[in-house]
């Protein structure tokens, strides 16, 4: 099993910054990718940004790139992976998920809402 624990959401002003985080733990050591998704109301859930475990290769979705950063740290028992989000938008509005596909199960977090205000 593979416990997925996000933090850092809340309240921010528009063209505020705010540093989201997702630690790993448990049986984490086939775990090869991480990612950031989100969902506003009443939307799917869309794709943020991703970044392999060893941290050589990530991607940042158009609609959030120049605006928004991942990055993954490791120790043996942990991989915690990041999502540094400046210059918010009000349509960054949404809940944030973490996730981590592992052989032939995905595992997601609890979410963590982030609201932009205007």
């Known amino acids: 099993q593979v416990q997925l624990v996000e933090s850092g959401g809340g309240l921010v002003q528009v063209g505020g910054s705010l540093r989201l985080s997702c630690a790993a733990s448990?049986?984490?050591?086939?775990?090869?990718?991480m990612a950031w998704y989100r969902q506003a109301p009443g939307k799917e859930r869309e794709l943020v940004a991703t970044?392999?475990?060893?941290?050589?290769?990530?991607?940042?979705e158009d609609s959030v790139k120049g605006r928004f950063t991942i990055s993954i740290s490791r120790d043996n028992a942990k991989n915690t992976v990041y999502l540094q989000m400046n210059s918010l938008k009000s349509e960054d509005t949404a809940v944030y998920y973490c996730?981590?596909?592992?052989?032939?199960?995905?595992?997601w977090g609890q979410g963590t809402q982030v609201t932009v205000s205007s």
């Open positions: 448990g049986l984490i050591s086939g775990i090869k990718s």
């Open positions: 970044i392999t475990t060893s941290g050589d290769l990530s991607n940042i």
């Open positions: 996730n981590a596909p592992q052989w032939d199960r995905t595992y």
